[in-house]
């Protein structure tokens, strides 16, 4: 069965910090796909990436990047230089090929001026 | 940018009553998906549906839900007789065929009272 850790439930920075969130996640495939979501106080669900499990390459998309590494079974996102309009919940989910999405609990992010 | 839309955006409900939540899909998708996040916790997979029928559902999919494609845009999700922990956020979700990622709606937050 697929499941996602985020061991993290807050974190709180002050501008212009750098903030990793954590995922961990658990799976029996070898096809899986790993996802990243934005829930900002407005509650709607932003997505931010996608990865899937043959593509450990890491990216990075202006002030956003993700570490996935397979030994580890994670998938982490760094933001650089964090602003306040990053505060939100930041959810990691995982899908296996053809199945549906499960999220992880949660990382609530606080960036304060 | 085509989107997934949601109505309403809002609902209050008397325990018993039942509550039909619609959802316009992206039009080229063919994955359908229901979510939902009670107040403060994670997002939890209710149901997809594919080809005109439920392709997996979880635990939480009991009896007193059901889905719906009743014409070629929308899809509903029924909850028969409400109760009080029925309360939460209904994300609808869509993806196109060969594509892992989805895409959700902005939401309808249903209060039972």
Redesign the interface.
């Known amino acids: 069965a697929q499941k996602v850790t985020q061991a993290q439930t807050e974190i709180s920075v002050v501008e212009k910090e750098d903030v990793t969130l954590d995922c961990v996640y658990e799976t029996r495939d070898t096809t899986y796909?790993l996802?990243w979501?934005k829930q900002p106080p407005s509650?709607?669900?932003v997505?931010l990436i996608?990865r899937?499990s043959f593509d450990e390459q890491n990216e990075i998309s202006g002030r956003y990047s993700w570490n996935f590494q397979k030994s580890t079974s994670s998938f982490n996102f760094t933001i650089t230089a964090s602003q306040v309009v990053d505060s939100a919940v930041y959810?990691c989910?995982l899908?296996e090929?053809?199945?549906?999405?499960?999220?992880?609990?949660?990382t609530r992010l606080t960036v304060k001026p | 940018e085509p989107e997934v839309t949601q109505t309403p955006s809002h609902q209050v409900t008397q325990m018993g009553q039942e509550v039909i939540l619609r959802c316009v899909p992206i039009s080229n998708h063919l994955y359908f998906y229901w979510y939902r996040q009670i107040l403060g916790q994670k997002v939890e997979f209710l149901v997809s549906f594919y080809n005109n029928e439920i392709s997996e559902k979880s635990e939480i999919f009991d009896d007193q839900f059901s889905v719906e494609r009743p014409d070629g845009s929308n899809f509903t999700l029924k909850i028969r007789s409400t109760k009080l922990e029925d309360s939460a956020m209904y994300f609808c979700a869509s993806r196109a065929l060969e594509q892992e990622t989805q895409y959700f709606g902005p939401g309808t937050r249903l209060l039972v009272l």
Do not use: Q
Not at chain 1, 97 to 106: E, I, P, V
């Open positions: 796909y996802f979501y509650g709607e669900l997505f996608r899937n959810f989910a899908s090929l053809n199945n549906d999405m499960r999220f992880g609990a949660g």
